[in-house]
């Protein structure tokens, strides 16, 4: 069993910035073993895929609307992942969480289906 905690949220105004983190407790599993991904959802609409990190740092991927102002990730040592924003834009605000995929940590899942464990998400709220 993993177990995701976010924080860092909180009420910023457009071009500011934040940091999140993911921690994990993982039941003797092995953190490094997991590909993450960092998610949003606004109000009203779907969970988003946001970034992802492979087990080893080595690849990251992000949604188009975040790239640039945007950087995922991880301390395999501290079993924690980050998700530093920067710029941000009142179309950011929603509710952020990191996951987890079992399987190879070797790729990136996109859709939510993907990943075996949440964490109960932080709000992130921009405004103008």
């Known amino acids: 069993q993993v177990q995701l905690v976010e924080s860092g949220g909180g009420l910023v105004q457009s071009g500011d910035s934040l940091r999140l983190s993911c921690a994990a407790s993982?039941?003797?599993?092995?953190?490094?073993?997991?590909?993450l991904g960092w998610f949003r959802q606004a109000p009203g609409k779907e969970r988003e895929f946001v970034a992802g990190i492979t087990w080893n740092s080595g690849n990251t991927n992000y949604v188009n609307s975040v790239k640039g102002r945007f950087t995922v990730s991880r301390d395999n040592a501290k079993n924690t992942a980050y998700l530093q924003m920067n710029s941000l834009k009142p179309e950011d605000t929603a509710v952020y969480y990191c996951?987890?995929?079992?399987?190879?940590?070797?790729?990136?899942?996109?859709?939510?289906?993907?990943?075996?464990?949440w964490g109960q998400g932080t709000q992130v709220t921009v405004s103008s």
């Open positions: 993982t039941s003797g599993r092995t953190f490094s073993n997991y590909a």
């Open positions: 996951a987890a995929a079992s399987g190879s940590g070797w790729y990136i899942r996109v859709r939510p289906n993907e990943y075996n464990y």
